[in-house]
């Protein structure tokens, strides 16, 4: 298709249909996200098939693992990045903003055209930002800045090699500036007066 110009019927809508959780947390995730890109990437794409595999990106990162998570928020920024005609799902005013009750996206629609996510907004990504994973709240939260014709792409090798051990280990050596504690610092030993209370 690339290199000969062949023609494959429905192509888009069996991508659109073999994109899902375990492709981006398979053992080859990294071939699958290199080539989704390159598929992802010509111009004459029409919007709502880009909307369409943004919101199913973004919905799977909600349900997957931190690394198939980042994965997906990775491809997604990246689309965006690509097509400024998807860009509308994040850029939407506040009045028109879709609630996660009453987001127009069937997820379960095999056909792309028909799933209704230009019509939507990703708001997977607003609650991606503060995932429990380091890494995937550091790449949703990409998406509050705004794109300018200086913004790279993230590379997704690095990103594909994240496994769960890795996380860990990332986690592990991260020196923190304060420790989180889950009581009040006492400000001295004991008290005067609490020490005679009973």
Request: proline share 10%; with cysteine.
């Amino acid at each position: 298709m690339h290199e000969h110009n062949l023609e494959y019927p429905h192509f888009y809508r069996k991508l659109y249909a073999l994109t899902t959780a375990d492709a981006l947390a398979g053992p080859h995730r990294a071939h699958f996200a290199a080539e989704l890109q390159v598929f992802l990437s010509s111009p004459a794409l029409p919007a709502y098939l880009l909307a369409a595999f943004a919101k199913r990106l973004s919905r799977l990162a909600l349900l997957a693992p931190p690394a198939a998570a980042a994965l997906g928020c990775a491809l997604v920024f990246n689309l965006l990045r690509t097509h400024p005609a998807a860009r509308t799902l994040i850029h939407r005013p506040a009045d028109a903003e879709v609630s996660p009750d009453a987001d127009p996206y069937d997820h379960d629609e095999p056909e792309p055209a028909e799933c209704a996510a230009l019509s939507s907004c990703l708001w997977e990504l607003s609650t991606l930002g503060s995932h429990y994973a380091p890494a995937v709240a550091s790449i949703a939260n990409l998406f509050a800045k705004p794109y300018t014709p200086t913004t790279a792409a993230l590379d997704l090798k690095p990103i594909a090699a994240l496994s769960a051990g890795a996380l860990m280990d990332l986690e592990a050596g991260r020196r923190l500036k304060a420790v989180p504690v889950g009581v009040k610092r006492p400000r001295a030993l004991y008290t005067p007066a609490a020490a005679f209370a009973e």
